[in-house]
């Protein structure tokens, strides 16, 4: 499976960014997908997590209720909405997928290239 996010780009604080991700899988149903971030010197972390119906989402406690991880499986595509957007949001955001389709934190087998957030304060 690869993975191809896109979106990111220098905002303010306060602003909004959506990122894209966009899986060559056959059956993205099958597939769990999520967002993780690493800020420059510190390590990845996730942030998000989408079961592969879409039911189930899971999110970082320093992005709840600012991010919203959603997916269109017809279109085999996660997106991540970022709003109220923090200097300390800060990072390069990673998408991945796992070959299973239940949510998790960790245990990714398939990830993206990358796609730099830079929020300016």
């Known amino acids: 499976v690869q993975l191809q996010a896109s979106g990111g780009g220098l905002v303010q604080a306060g602003g909004s960014l959506r990122l894209s991700c966009v899986s060559s899988?056959?059956?993205?149903?099958?597939?769990?997908m999520a967002w993780f971030r690493q800020a420059p010197r510190k390590e990845r972390e996730f942030v998000a997590t989408?079961?592969?119906?879409?039911?189930?989402?899971q999110y970082a406690d320093s992005v709840k209720g600012r991010f919203t991880i959603s997916r269109d499986n017809a279109q085999n595509t996660m997106y991540l909405q970022m709003n109220m957007l923090k200097p300390e949001d800060t990072a390069v955001y990673y998408c991945?997928?796992?070959?299973?389709?239940?949510?998790?934190?960790?245990?990714?087998?398939?990830w993206g290239q990358g796609t730099q957030v830079t929020v300016s304060s």
């Open positions: 991945a997928s796992r070959r299973f389709p239940g949510v998790a934190t960790y245990n990714y087998d398939y």
């Open positions: 989408i079961s592969g119906y879409g039911y189930t989402t």
């Open positions: 899988a056959h059956t993205p149903e099958s597939y769990a």
